[in-house]
């Protein structure tokens, strides 16, 4: 099982990004998928997490900017980033709890960073 995360980039401040992240392997099933942000010598910190059901638990900094849809059949979760600030930039990781075939609980996975930047 691994995830992907595609979409990084450069962009301009009060611009928008949208970032993927599609989990492939022999999986079961995924329960929540999410996005986190992590920049150097700082915590990785949660953006936010939607689960199968499309329940979304979100930092309060996120509302309103980011938001995070989800397409089930696709085993991807995005991140649709509007209005972004010079303080946007940073390495964002995708999340997902995810029941491998033949398991009865699921794992945490993660998938590489992608960078992004937004320049004032």
């Known amino acids: 099982v691994q995830l992907q995360a595609f979409g990084g980039g450069q962009v301009q401040a009060g611009g928008s990004l949208r970032l993927s992240c599609t989990a492939s392997?022999?999986?079961?099933?995924?329960?929540?998928m999410g996005w986190y942000r992590q920049a150097p010598g700082e915590r990785r910190e949660l953006i936010a997490r939607i689960t199968s059901g499309g329940s979304i638990n979100a930092a309060d900094w996120a509302k309103g900017r980011f938001t995070i849809p989800r397409d089930n059949a696709k085993n991807t979760v995005y991140l649709e980033m509007t209005s972004l600030k010079p303080e946007d930039t940073n390495v964002y990781y995708c999340n997902a709890d995810i029941v491998r075939s033949g398991a009865y609980v699921g794992s945490s996975y993660w998938g590489q960073g992608t960078e992004v930047t937004v320049s004032s």
């Open positions: 392997g022999t999986i079961f099933r995924i329960n929540s």
